[in-house]
C-alpha cells in the first residue's frame, strides 16, 4: 500500500520524504488554509512538489464544471507531480471527465459510497478518496465503505486506485492495507505512532544494556 502524507505543512513533508517514508501528498482547502498564510498557494504546491518524488494532489475550489476544469488545468501546469482534486459532485464528475480527457490526473473526494465510488471510476478517476473518519464521526463503519469499493473494483476490473482518507489513527492504517486499499493518506501524527511499538523500544533498552556489559565498542 502507497502512503501519501494528508498535510500541506511543508516542514512536515520535508521530515517524511527525507526518511523515505511517503509516495505522495494529499491536500485539501481546509489543510492549505491553515498553512498558506500570506503567500500564493500556488507556490506552496510546487515546492511540495519538488520536494516529494510522487504525487501531490491539489484541490479546486470553483463548483461549477467550467471553474472546476480551468482551476483543473491551472493546477496542473504547476507542476508533472499535481493530481488535481475534485468533490464527488455531479458538476465535479463531468470536471473529472474533462480533465482526464487531456491527460490530467484525478483524485475524487469526498466519496462516501460505495455507489459514489462506482460514479467515479466511470468519471475516468485516477484515485477515489472514501473518508473513513467522518464516515466513523456520523455513526457509520468507514471502513466497510472501502472494503465494499475493493470488492466492486476488483469484480469489475476498475484501475481507479483507492486511496482511504480521513483516516484518524493506526488502526484505520492497519484496516486500510488489510483490505487492500492502493493507498492511504495518513497525517503526520499517525505516520509516527505507525512507527512505534512498546515492545521495540523495551527491546532495544535490553540489547543496549547487555551490550553495555561488554564494554566494548563498534
Ligand atoms: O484526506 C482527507 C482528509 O484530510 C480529511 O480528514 O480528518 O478532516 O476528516 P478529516
Known amino acids: 500500500m502507497e502512503i501519501f502524507l494528508d498535510t500541506a505543512d511543508i516542514s512536515e513533508i520535508r521530515r517524511a520524504a527525507q526518511a523515505g517514508l511517503i509516495d505522495g501528498i494529499?491536500?485539501?482547502?481546509?489543510?492549505?488554509?491553515?498553512?498558506?498564510?500570506?503567500?500564493?498557494?500556488?507556490d506552496l504546491f510546487v515546492e511540495i512538489c519538488e520536494v516529494v518524488d510522487g504525487?501531490?494532489?491539489?484541490?479546486?475550489?470553483?463548483?461549477?464544471?467550467?471553474?472546476m476544469v480551468a482551476e483543473g488545468r491551472r493546477l496542473a501546469d504547476l507542476h508533472r507531480h499535481i493530481v488535481v482534486k475534485v468533490p464527488l459532485t455531479e458538476d465535479g464528475l463531468r470536471?473529472?471527465?474533462?480533465?482526464?480527457?487531456?491527460?490530467?490526473?484525478?483524485?475524487?473526494?469526498?466519496c462516501f459510497s460505495v455507489a459514489q465510488a462506482l460514479l467515479a471510476a466511470k468519471a475516468g478517476a485516477s484515485y477515489i478518496s472514501?473518508?473513513?473518519?467522518?464516515?466513523?464521526?456520523?455513526?457509520?463503519?468507514?471502513?466497510?465503505?472501502v472494503a465494499e469499493?475493493?470488492?466492486?473494483?476488483?469484480?469489475?476490473?476498475?484501475?481507479?486506485?483507492?486511496?482511504?482518507?480521513s483516516i484518524r489513527?493506526?488502526?484505520?492504517?492497519?484496516?486500510?492495507?488489510?483490505?487492500?486499499?492502493?493507498c492511504a493518506t495518513l497525517p503526520p501524527s499517525v505516520l509516527y505512532k505507525l512507527m512505534q511499538h512498546p515492545l521495540t523500544d523495551t527491546g532495544l533498552q535490553r540489547f543496549l544494556d547487555d551490550w553495555k556489559t561488554l564494554g566494548k565498542e563498534l
Not at 494529499?26 to 498558506?36: D, G, I
Not at 504525487?55 to 471553474?67: F, K, M, R
Not at 470536471?95 to 469526498?110: G, H
Request: include cysteine.
Open 169 to 182: 489513527h493506526p488502526r484505520h492504517a492497519r484496516e486500510a492495507m488489510l483490505l487492500g486499499a492502493d
Open 55 to 67: 504525487p501531490v494532489s491539489a484541490e479546486v475550489v470553483a463548483t461549477d464544471t467550467d471553474g
Open 149 to 165: 469499493i475493493r470488492e466492486v473494483y476488483d469484480e469489475y476490473g476498475i484501475e481507479t486506485r483507492i486511496l482511504a482518507a
Open 95 to 110: 470536471a473529472c471527465r474533462a480533465l482526464r480527457e487531456e491527460q490530467i490526473a484525478v483524485n475524487v473526494t469526498l
Open 26 to 42: 494529499t491536500t485539501n482547502p481546509s489543510l492549505m488554509a491553515k498553512v498558506a498564510g500570506d503567500g500564493d498557494p500556488r
Open 130 to 145: 472514501p473518508f473513513v473518519g467522518r464516515l466513523d464521526d456520523i455513526g457509520h463503519d468507514g471502513m466497510e465503505v
